[in-house]
Structure formats: C-alpha cells, structure tokens
C-alpha cells in the first residue's frame, strides 16, 4: 500500500528491466496478485476491482492474478500561472489541475484536486 508514485514506479521499473509479461499484440504488463487476500476480504474490500476485472478482462481476482501497467491518470500542471491563475497571455486565466503553481510537489494527494480547482475558481471568480 505504498503511495501510487511509488506503486507505479517500481512497475515501470520491472517492465523496463525485464522482469515483464508480454501480450502477443499489446503492451507489456506485470501481475497484481490479491489471491492471498482470499475471496471473503476481495469481497469486503475490493468488490469494484473484482467486478472490473470480471466485466472487462473476464478474470476473476480470486482465483487470478490481475495484469496492471502504469498509465497516467491525471496530469499536475503545464500551463505556467502566478499564484493567482494568470497565464503569460493577457485574458487568459488558468486552474486545478492544468496550472502550473507546485502545488502538489511530485504526488497529488487523493482529491486534492477538487479542493485546487475550487480555491483557484473562487480566486479566478473575481477577476
């Protein structure tokens, strides 16, 4: 249960330094193994993951470890801003997620960026 930097990370890190699964037409892969867990906790406390894996992959969590590849998932930053969400073009404004304020620093915490869009919508409001 390390942080998801970390987490993804050391996949790419595996794939890169071939300890990697191959898929004949696909990118390469590692497995997520939660058959310890047993099927009363992946029940209790994965039940999405499980009917997941089951609806899109036809792969049952339970009994089967699960093929996981680092992917992007949100993006922190890219347009440069000032604190108060202008952007280097006169009119243009800037928040959330696609600003580039550090934040952050290198790992979002979970629904910090709910909590960013709103200060930064309330601030850019008033212009």
Not at 47 to 69: A, Q, S, T, Y
Not at 92 to 117: I, K, P, Y
Request: aromatic share 4%; with cysteine.
């Amino acid at each position: 249960m390390a942080p998801r930097d970390i987490v993804l990370r050391s996949e790419m890190r595996e794939i890169l330094e071939g300890r990697k699964l191959q898929r004949p037409k696909g990118l390469d892969y590692v497995h997520l193994d939660c058959t310890h867990l047993g099927k009363d906790k992946i029940n209790h406390r994965l039940p999405l993951i499980r009917e997941v894996c089951m609806k899109f992959i036809g792969l049952d969590p339970i009994l089967n470890p699960i093929p996981v590849r680092p992917v992007a998932h949100y993006s922190m930053g890219g347009i440069k801003t000032d604190i108060k969400g202008a952007t280097t073009i006169k009119g243009a404004w800037a928040a959330g997620e696609v600003a580039c304020v550090s934040v952050h620093g290198a790992n979002r915490l979970g629904a910090n960026s709910t909590a960013e869009c709103l200060v930064w919508g309330a601030l850019l409001s008033k212009r």
